[in-house]
């Protein structure tokens, strides 16, 4: 421990908060996930039909594109006057990170199926493969691995936007932040913004492995 | 029409918007026959050959497959029954070598135990001792392996004719001459009619039953062997020459 820790091991701010921490990371985790879940049901077949129909390709991808530039903050600011989706608590945020998630979901998802060797796209088309076979049995398992790493961005850079979330009081992590930021009280920050950190690398690490384990090598590397 | 022709080509015609990528080509090919498409590259040889399984569509004029025009086949019937290989890059990476011959059978919902079956007998077919090949994948082979893999899997529903795209254009030339060999034998035991595409004269000699010289996207030479080498076209006196380079040395 550094010179200037906490007196006692109940005074540090991992500790002191736990309970509220465990909860609040579950209601973080809950607002993250939800997210990705429902950008990947939307953003992987935006991505696939986007390979099947070029004209959509540019228009798609800049809707996208300047949903992610938009300030976050100013985002949960401008979904508080919509109706439904809009106005304060969990959905309202849910929304926000679902929109956040969709660029790097189906830019992966369009690059990891153009980018299946045409060679084997045409020897699949050549034996008889009908456009669906082609899709479910040789472009998404070969695009696999790209398609998890838009994932796991969308995954991380969700797990830090959503901190602010509690801003519009959808709770998670950012809640420690915004009361440590009011109250000037750099424990109360560090008890939000590490635990987040934590799990951002946690989930990174995680989808990184899986992503590693089902990319297919046709390198002659294993020879 | 001919009435031992397993394929027929009618006037074809084939252009991407003003540009006329093949044009007149009318010619049949029988039954049990090995024909080889010849030409440099950009000749239209391959063009003209996925014609046959209608990867492309005539803008004028018909390709007949067993009689029938192939816009009027269903597409992946037609594909089903036509074997295809190409370059060795054809091979599903994430696939075995067992389930990379299986592949039509599996599309044709053949149960997996014959699948199983078919694709073992086929490794003994084309030279690779199914105990020792089955379970690897594409990139734990040579590229002469691949390429009886690729074989194998062409053959797997039994189609009448296959299709095959310069596939040994990346191996070496022995195990290329070892592998041409094999496949005329194994052309001659199963009756196959085989349509095969090379820019390598030697090839195809060692191969065909016929030679089709494509030039500037039509079909200037068609005969055996012997009338290729009396022709006097100056596109097969050019491949001729080909020849007589090795001659001279």
Redesign the interface.
């Known amino acids: 421990m550094p010179d200037e820790a906490p007196k006692t091991w109940n005074d540090f701010f991992l500790i002191r908060y736990g309970g509220e921490i465990a909860q609040r990371a579950l209601e973080h985790l809950f607002l993250v996930a939800v997210a990705v879940a429902i950008a990947v049901a939307i953003g992987v077949p935006l991505g696939i039909l986007i390979t099947r129909k070029p004209a959509l390709r540019q228009p798609v991808l800049v809707v996208a594109n300047v949903l992610q530039t938009i300030p976050s903050l100013a985002l949960f600011g401008l979904l508080l006057p919509v109706p439904i989706i809009g106005g304060v608590g969990r959905v309202p945020a849910i929304v926000a990170l679902t929109l956040y998630s969709f660029l790097p979901i189906i830019r992966n998802t369009y690059s990891g199926i153009m980018n299946v ?1 045409p ?2 796209r ?9 456009q669906w ?1 082609l899709l479910q ?2 472009e998404l ?2 695009a696999i691995g790209v398609i998890l790493a838009g994932i796991r961005v969308a995954t991380v850079i969700n797990i830090g936007i959503a901190t602010i979330a509690a801003a519009i009081g959808a709770g998670g992590l950012g809640y420690f932040i915004f009361r440590g930021i009011s109250t000037i009280d750099n424990d109360l920050i560090l008890a939000g913004a590490v635990p987040a950190a934590g799990i951002a690398l946690i989930a990174d690490a995680a989808i990184g492995w899986l992503e590693r384990r089902l990319t ?8 | 029409m001919n009435s031992g022709a397993i394929v027929e080509f009618q006037q074809v015609q084939f252009a991407v918007g003003e540009r006329v990528l093949l044009a007149d080509l009318n010619f049949a090919i029988a039954a049990g026959e090995f024909l080889v498409l010849l030409g440099r590259s950009g000749s239209g040889k391959t063009t003209t050959m996925k014609l046959i ?1 209608r ?1 492309i569509t005539p803008t004028q004029g018909q390709v007949l497959v067993q009689g029938r025009p192939t816009t009027e086949w269903n ?6 029954q036509i074997g ?1 290989v ?2 060795e ?6 696939y075995t070598v067992e389930q990379n011959i299986g ?2 059978p599996t ?1 044709q919902r053949w149960n997996p135990k014959q699948v199983k079956a078919r694709a073992h007998e086929l490794l003994d077919l084309v030279g690779l001792e199914p105990g020792k090949f089955a379970d690897r ?4 082979l040579s590229g002469g392996q691949r390429q009886r893999v690729g074989v194998a ?2 053959l797997a529903a039994d189609p009448p004719i296959m ?1 095959m795209d310069e596939p040994f254009g990346a191996l070496d030339p022995i195990t290329r001459v070892e592998l041409q060999q094999e496949l005329r034998q194994l052309q001659r035991t199963l009756g196959k009619t085989i349509v095969f595409v090379t820019h390598d004269l030697q090839e195809a000699f060692t191969l065909a039953s016929r030679i089709g010289l494509m030039d500037g996207g039509r079909m200037v030479v068609l005969g055996t062997r012997d009338e290729f080498q009396r022709s006097t076209h100056p596109e097969a006196q050019a491949f001729l020459k080909t020849l007589q380079v090795v001659d001279a040395q």
């Open positions: 060797d060679a084997i045409e020897a699949g088309r050549g034996m008889g493969m009908t076979e049995r040789v398992p070969l297919v090598s046709s390198s002659a590397t294993n020879r | 399984n990867l597409s992946i019937q037609l594909r089903r295809y190409i370059q890059t054809g091979l599903f990476p994430h592949l039509v599309l994948y594409p990139r734990q899997r062409a299709l």
